[in-house]
DNA sequence: TATAAACTTAGAGTTAACTCTAAGGTCAAG
DNA sequence: CTTGACCTTAGAGTTAACTCTAAGTTTATA
């Protein structure tokens, strides 16, 4: 039976986490001594490393909610319940990552177009192509 | 001279948001109505348009800011200025993508080892693998 | 003149996931 | 018995960038 701060070091979250996931229902003490210190069993302690696997890859507090609920009840879910979360994270994870790709994309050529030296900024590239608003349209660039 | 309304429309942003941009300092009006009714100029519109062209990119707010100040005082700032902040923005999306990358690894190793049928999840590898804490070591995987 | 669209303000609400604070109670060690 | 580490709670604060509301004013149009 570990204590909230045993807990926080074996799964690296902070006891102050461990409370939040609490109220966000991930995770419960099935015990509490007399004055009210949380103890947690080894179910409860698998439960706490499930939810921070999960968190660690990405997965919503909302989600990991929805997965526990799976996991206590296997039997009663499918596969496909297992996968459509999966599915819409990973959906998510790639739109993020096009969106971050074009800003990479705008931000070199910018880096490029710029001589980055201790010069007047007057003529700036870059300052020019913020200014132009075709600063927008990244192409393939060198590097 | 346009009012909040027709610049929203000729920048996309919304009214809302131009209020929002005043308070943060990143968008003014030069003029006023009796009534108090906002009137931007042409300068004011190109200000604009530069603030959602760089908030387009990616810059914060914050970013923006500091691009405008440097921009309403070019001779006084440095191509180094302008390159450190869009470098260090440049770092921020590549740490951003690197972590979306570990995720959708991960995810589509989860995907793929999953049938995602109509089956019960009682052996589901999605759930097993989130129980073991070794899901979060992508390696080399088939597309 | 009447109506509707557009505008004004201050300030509150939203989202996600924490993070921290205050004020106090508990427990093991020395 | 005292000290210090650890625990408790409710609830407020943080961050970023909006987004919305309410209640009222102005303006353009029919
Ligand atoms: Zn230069
Ligand atoms: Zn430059
Ligand atoms: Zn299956
Ligand atoms: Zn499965």
């Known amino acids: ?27 419960n003490a099935s015990q509490r001594s007399e004055s009210g210190y949380r103890y947690y069993t080894d179910t409860d302690v698998r439960q706490a490393e499930f939810v921070k696997t999960a968190r660690k890859i ?40 096009s969106e971050l790709l074009l800003m990479q994309q705008t931000l070199k050529i910018l880096l490029n177009s710029c001589c980055g030296g201790p010069e007047s900024a007057t003529h700036c590239s870059i300052m020019e192509a913020l200014d132009a608003s075709n600063a927008l349209k990244p192409r393939i660039v060198a590097e």
Do not use: W
């Open 58 to 97: 990405g997965f919503s507090v909302d989600d990991v909610s929805t997965l526990l609920s799976i996991r206590v009840d296997k039997s009663n879910h499918t596969c496909q319940d297992v996968t459509e979360i999966t599915q819409r994270k990973l959906n998510d994870v790639n739109e993020k990552i």
């Open 1 to 27: 039976m570990l204590r909230i701060g045993e807990l926080a070091t074996k799964t690296g979250l902070t006891a102050h986490t461990i409370r939040f996931y609490e109220k966000s229902g991930l995770i």
